[in-house]
């Protein structure tokens, strides 16, 4: 075969039971496509017949960028014929065969795509019927596209009646095996055997006749749920277990309530993949805190200082020898507990002077409320005196009580301060 109409025939790359698939070039337009045509031999099937036309009845009513695109439908020497778009890449049963399937995520995000394409078809009162990993095309640009509506089931116009079996074995829900009616929630079943699938590598319901497979899809709980990827949830086989209920009203009603599920679980896996990359243990939720703040490093925060302009900074020298300056006892008005356990320096005030205030009072405040500020720090080795640059605002009032303590932790704060400055001049 050379040409059908203005389509020439370039090579087959498909091939089944009842009808084969042609790459083709469309030389008006100047574009590849694919044409599906049905076999010799069954060209004298009207059923057959009647269901090729059904497809192309059916995918002419449809426009997603998740289903494959016709473009023409006709007949060539009494052979009906459909042409679609050409598709660039493999289908799922290709990749499963080969153990070449996506990332995780990338496949948990083909599946929300297929979801939304048969929300589209649902809504329309379209059936598909055959939701298969053949019928799911990896694209090789990216992306991914439904196939083949064949068999799909029209709700006003079907060819089928109760007790026919229409399907592929693995992939068919009870209700089909049963003989009974369908609706969409069908194609949800076969969904949910298509997910398990692409997720662990394996069918849920395995048999090795027609009559045992179809007893475990009808009877029998899916197998242990075993994924290729640790980073997925557990609450995956719940929704696993949801599209694969036997009962239709147990299921999911709606293929959109999956894809909103498996957005979840896409989030959840990316965010695992981040953690890893960095490597970092992804804490459990109940761990994470968002309102948790990192303490400032007081030290880190110091300045560097200048021991020799540090030394005899103040009024009071140190000699050698002298472990606090003379004439001054830093712990005189301390208790014994205050002189043994001294306090932290992220627990000490020092005291300061407000600008302009002549008074001579001492207003406090701490280390952490200093490193707020961008023109004082914690020690000032440029000051001739033993007091800081005033705070922003004044400390609030405080009882006799506190004001006591603040006094002896301000000798204390003095001490350290000298102290530090002294080993600092030694260093050098």
């Known amino acids: 075969m050379d040409n059908i109409k203005q389509y020439k025939i370039m090579d087959i790359i498909g091939q089944g039971g009842i009808g084969v698939v042609y790459k083709a070039r469309d030389t008006v337009i100047g574009r590849n496509v694919a044409i599906k045509m049905m076999t010799t031999a069954h060209l004298t099937d009207e059923k057959l017949k009647k269901r090729f036309y059904q497809e192309a009845q059916t995918l002419g009513s449809l426009t997603h960028p998740h289903i494959v695109t016709l473009f023409d439908a006709g007949e060539y020497e009494h052979n009906p014929y459909l042409v679609f778009e050409y598709l660039e890449g493999r289908d799922f049963k290709y990749l499963l065969a080969n153990d070449c399937l996506p ?139 949801n599209a694969l209920a036997k009962k239709p009203d147990d299921r999911y009603q709606t293929t959109l309530e999956i894809a909103q599920d498996l957005d979840r679980v896409l989030q959840i896996v990316k965010y695992k993949k981040s953690r890893i990359k960095q490597n970092i243990t992804s804490p459990a939720d109940s761990e994470i805190d968002p309102d948790r703040k990192v303490k400032p490093n007081f030290f880190t925060n110091l300045p560097a200082q200048d021991p020799q302009k540090t030394v005899g900074a103040f009024p009071e020298t140190i000699k050698d020898g002298e472990s606090t300056p003379r004439n001054q006892d830093p712990g005189a008005d301390l208790t014994d507990r205050e002189k043994t356990t001294p306090p932290t320096l992220l627990q000490m005030t020092i005291p300061v002077e407000k600008p302009g205030d002549s008074s001579g009072k001492e207003t406090f405040s701490s280390p952490q409320q200093d490193l707020k500020s961008n023109d004082r720090t914690a020690i000032d080795t440029n000051n001739d005196t033993d007091q800081d640059t005033a705070p922003s605002k004044p400390s609030p009032p405080r009882d006799n009580l506190e004001a006591t303590v603040d006094v002896r932790r301000n000798k204390f704060a003095r001490m350290m301060k000298k102290f530090l400055i002294r080993l600092l001049s030694r260093r050098k």
């Open 103 to 241: 990332a995780t995520e990338q496949v948990l995000s083909f599946m929300i795509d297929i979801c939304q394409a048969l929300h589209y078809c649902h809504e329309r009162g379209i059936v598909h019927r055959d939701i298969k990993p053949a019928n799911i095309f990896n694209l090789k640009a990216g992306g991914v596209k439904l196939l083949d509506f064949g068999i799909a089931h029209l709700r006003d116009n079907f060819l089928t009646v109760t007790g026919d079996f229409l399907g592929t074995l693995y992939y068919t829900s009870p209700e089909q095996y049963q003989g009974k009616s369908i609706d969409h929630r069908t194609d949800i079943f076969s969904f949910g055997i298509v997910l398990y699938e692409f997720l662990t590598g394996k069918r849920p319901f395995g048999g090795e006749s027609k009559q045992e497979i179809s007893k475990n899809i009808v009877q029998a709980e899916p197998a242990f749920f075993k994924p290729l990827n640790n980073n997925l949830p557990d609450f995956t086989f719940a929704i696993l277990e």
